[in-house]
Every structure is written in structure tokens, then in C-alpha cells.
């Protein structure tokens, strides 16, 4: 996911700056050397990089139930372990069958026939989610449990649905958001950016009222199907089962999600073979719908990675108790837990800063290649001599390769170091308290982590999509002051949508997972 960011963001600003910019040529013109590796990014970032995050997401809830469901054997047997494995099966299912259901005619908006899609998913996902809970979460002990597990997947799939509304507002040129921030563009590049960083900060709030709303009601209804004998582990697995309920209609999401990169490299074969400007305007009418396609697929990425990770901190709670016998909290109040706490925090700004600069690294050297060629080789600009499409490629693959080691380091390495030292303060009195300092880590550096992502990934849709709003000729349409205010907007957002944003969802997952998986070393 980090690579692929790096990659597609290298490429795009390269490939934007010097030929749209500085040669005056239109975007996806064959001329720009670096016009090939611009559309191969598209693939590796918005394609690879989003299966690789929305996979750890399901492989992350997958684990982390398959390990609360270990606690429920007294109620359901090993029907509570498996059960995380059938839901998501008949999420696949309901996918294939929604994905099937998409048709639509020359005349309508395409956008309607992905949603239609969608829904259908939902609620078949829903089905099956009934079904599966009446047949695995039933017993004496329990014989209603069922209908409380499946309350809470149905709210797993309405947490879904919501994020996608709410990002459809924030980034969509119908609303105000992104009006608000085409308006500003008429002013210059600074009030677009300080309307859009406003924007940015304003969309945090909503989602988080959401998640708050879906893990609280989903742990509530999970305590009441087993009873207060229970203990904790009822609630949690019905946290668990929420995030299962988000995660049923993840391979449809990921269909849409790529519906992006393919209409994009659509629009770019349609400009390069110069095809009649009627093709292009419906590859624009397509790409436009991709770019909202990509966007929501962001919000959906970054909501069940929030319940994900929610998922597998109680799950590193439960193993630290499993290992130790005492049930450990954060307690903030205690020095070591508050700095574990501040590191989490800064380890994701540091992530971000890191992903940020390897764009602008790997820009750089795209931009100096495509600078090279139109200097040595006069005829690409006549259209007399072909660029070297390869040469900017391969600059872009190892460029992105290597900007990717630090913030991965940075990433593994951070929770361990944290945990390792801490352990230089376990007393006799206090035995748990390098676990504890991860834990803080954990927890402050997932709450900060979701907060940043939801920032970095609305600001940076909105700002492309208030570009694109000028572009159908409003505020004078391309080529007017509003345009360029608005292009230096996009390509600020271009680095926090497709870059730092997603990245960020795989960082709070994988701190998760490490702290999980390497939970003894702490002890």
C-alpha cells in the first residue's frame, strides 16, 4: 500500500507538473515520457495497494475473533471459532452476486448501477449473516444470543453504508465541501488551501460519531447475549461480529475501488490513440464516477480498519491476561503508559511525514527525466521521436522501493523498541507494565492514526474534486485563475489521498498485529 502511493504519486505529479505545466501539453499526452508510468500507478496504487489494505483488514478480523471465539467454547463448542470464516464466506458470495447484478444503459448516470450493486450486496450479506448466526451462535446456555450477534453484524453493514454517504458528502462537487472550496480558488492557490485543510479537519468529526455509535451499541448487545456470567469476551465478540457485518461486502468494494484505475487508463488510451472528443468525454463522465468510487472505497477502508484494530487491541488484552492471569487496562495516569501513549501519537506523524517526502522525492526524480528528454530529444514535442516510457518506470518502481524501507522500519520496529524498553521498569509490584506502555501505544497511536487518515483522505478528494468541479466550466472554467488555484490544490491532496492517507490504515493495523503477535516479548 505504501509503495504503491509512493509509486502512483511520483509518477502523477511528474508526469502532471512538467508536461501540463511546463510544456503545456494535456494530461495523457503520448509525448510525456512519463505518461506510461502515470497509468501503471493508477494499478499499483488503487488496485494492489487497496486489495493489500482491505485484505489485511479481513485476514486482521478474521484472526482477532477467531481468538475471542476461543472464549465462547463453554457456549458454542468450536461453532464460535469457525463462525468468522462461514460469515465472511457468504460475504464473498453476496459480493459475486452483486457484482453480477451491475448493468446499466448509455443515457444513465453509472454511478446509480454501482450502488444499486452495492445494496443488493448489503443486504444479501445481511442474509446470510442471519443464517449463519441461527445455525453457529445457538446453544442451551445461550439459545438467543443469535439474534444479538446478528443485531450487531447488521450494524457492522449500516457503519459501512454510512461511511460511504459521508464520504460521498465530503468529496463530491455536489455539496458544500467541495463547493466551499472551488469558491475560495477564485481568490488564488493560499485560500484553496486554507479552505481545504478546513475541510479536512471539519470531516473528522462525523465518522468518529459513527464508530463510536457502532463499537459502544455492538459491544452492548454482545454483553446482553451471554449475560453478565460472561464477563468481557460476550461484548467484545460482539464488536467482532460488527466488524465481520462491515467486512461482508469488502470484495464488492474492492470491485468498485478498481472501476477507478480502469476508467482512468481508459481516458488515457482514448487521448493517446486521439480518439473523437465525444470518447473522451464519456472516458470524463466514467473517471469522474471512478474518482468518487475510489474515494468511498477510502471512507470504508479507514472505518473497518478503525473496528479492526479495535478488534485486535482487545484481542492483545485478552493474550496478555491468557499469558499472566491479570487483566490489564491503560491506565494513562501511570508515567510509562502516558509515554507509551505520546509515542503512538508521534509515530504517526512521523509515518505521514515520511510518506509525504518520499513523494516528493520520487517526483523529483521524475520531473529531472521528463526535463531530460524534452532537452535532448527536441522531435518528442513535434511528435517526430517517441519518449522513453521505460526509462521513467523504472526510475518510479526503484524509487518507490526504496522511499518505502525507512517508514516500514519505522512501523515494525516502533512497538518493539517501546515495549522492549519499558520492560527495564517491571517491579515486583508492577509485572505487567512494559505490556501496559504498548498497550498505549496501541491505543493513542489507533485513535490518532483513524483521525489523520480521515483528514488526509477528504481533504485530498476534495480538493480533487473542486479541480474537477472548475474543469466542467464553472468560475471560468480551465485555463481561468480558479483552475490554476485549483490544480495547485489537487496536486497538495494528491500525496494525503493516495499516499499518507491509505498507508495510514495499514500502520495502525499493523501495530496491532505486531503487538499481538509478539505480546510475550513484553512480559
Wanted: aromatic letters at 8%; glycine letters at 12%; charged letters at 15%.
Amino acid at each position: 500500500q505504501l509503495g504503491g502511493g509512493i509509486y502512483t504519486k511520483a509518477a502523477d505529479v511528474g508526469a502532471d507538473l512538467v508536461g501540463k505545466v511546463e510544456a503545456g501539453i494535456p494530461e495523457d499526452d503520448p509525448r510525456n515520457p512519463a505518461v506510461i508510468a502515470d497509468l501503471v500507478g493508477d494499478n499499483v496504487g488503487d488496485c494492489a495497494g487497496r486489495g493489500a489494505d482491505l485484505f489485511e483488514s479481513t485476514a486482521a478480523e478474521n484472526i482477532g475473533a477467531m481468538i475471542l471465539g476461543v472464549g465462547l467454547i463453554p457456549y458454542f463448542g468450536w461453532r464460535g471459532v469457525v463462525f468468522p470464516l462461514v460469515a465472511r464466506a457468504l460475504g464473498i458470495v453476496a459480493s459475486i452476486i452483486g457484482v453480477m447484478v451491475v448493468r446499466t444503459e448509455e443515457h444513465e448516470d453509472p454511478m446509480d448501477a454501482l450502488n444499486i450493486g452495492y445494496y443488493l450486496t448489503s443486504f444479501i450479506s445481511a442474509l446470510g449473516f442471519a443464517g449463519a448466526a441461527w445455525w453457529m451462535l445457538r446453544s442451551e446456555q445461550a439459545p438467543n444470543a443469535w439474534l444479538y450477534y446478528t443485531v450487531c453484524g447488521f450494524i457492522g453493514i449500516l457503519t459501512a453504508q454510512a461511511f460511504v454517504y459521508i464520504t460521498q458528502y465530503y468529496t463530491e462537487y455536489k455539496y458544500r465541501p467541495v463547493l466551499s472550496i472551488a469558491e475560495a480558488s477564485k481568490t488564488g492557490p493560499a485560500t484553496n488551501i486554507i479552505s481545504g485543510i478546513a475541510v479536512g479537519l471539519e470531516c473528522t468529526a462525523v465518522p468518529i460519531l459513527v464508530i463510536g455509535a457502532a463499537i459502544l451499541s455492538s459491544y452492548k448487545l454482545g454483553v446482553m447475549a451471554l449475560g453478565p456470567d460472561a464477563g468481557v469476551t460476550g461484548g467484545l465478540f460482539g464488536t467482532a461480529v460488527a466488524t465481520m457485518g462491515m467486512l461482508g461486502t469488502a470484495a464488492y468494494i474492492l470491485a468498485m475501488d478498481t472501476f477507478g484505475p480502469i476508467t482512468d487508463n481508459a481516458g488515457g488510451i482514448v487521448e493517446m490513440s486521439h480518439q473523437p472528443e465525444e470518447i473522451r468525454k464519456k472516458t470524463d463522465r466514467l473517471d469522474a464516477v471512478g474518482n468518487t468510487t475510489k474515494a468511498l472505497t477510502k471512507g470504508y477502508a479507514i472505518g473497518s480498519a478503525a473496528l479492526a484494530a479495535f478488534l485486535l487491541f482487545s484481542a492483545y488484552l485478552d493474550e496478555i491476561y491468557n499469558y499472566t492471569g491479570t487483566r490489564i487496562g491503560v491506565d494513562l495516569s501511570k508515567p510509562e503508559v502516558f509515554i507509551g501513549g505520546m509515542l503512538g501519537a508521534m509515530l504517526v506523524f512521523l509515518f505521514s511525514s515520511m510518506a509525504i517526502k518520499a513523494v516528493g522525492e520520487a517526483a523529483q526524480t521524475v520531473i529531472a527525466e521528463v526535463r531530460r528528454q524534452f532537452r535532448e530529444k527536441p522531435g518528442i514535442m513535434k511528435g517526430a521521436e517517441d519518449p522513453d516510457y521505460g526509462q521513467c518506470v523504472d526510475i518510479v518502481t526503484i524509487g518507490a522501493l526504496k522511499q518505502m524501507i525507512l517508514p516500514g522500519i519505522l512501523a515494525t520496529a516502533g512497538p518493539v523498541v517501546v515495549g522492549l524498553f519499558m520492560r527495564m521498569f517491571i517491579t515486583e509490584a508492577d509485572k505487567t507494565i512494559a505490556a501496559e506502555a504498548v498497550a498505549g501505544l496501541l491505543m493513542v497511536g489507533t485513535i490518532t492514526g483513524i483521525l489523520m487518515a480521515l483528514f488526509f483522505n477528504n481533504a485530498g478528494g476534495a480538493w480533487d474534486n473542486a479541480k474537477k468541479y472548475v474543469e466542467t466550466g464553472a468560475l471560468g472554467g480551465k485555463k481561468s485563475d480558479a483552475h490554476k488555484a485549483a490544480v495547485v490544490g489537487d496536486t497538495v491532496g494528491d500525496p494525503f489521498k493516495d499516499t499518507a492517507g491509505p498507508s495510514l490504515h495499514v500502520l495502525i493495523k499493523l501495530l496491532a498485529t505486531i503487538t499481538l503477535v509478539l505480546a510475550p516479548l513484553f512480559l
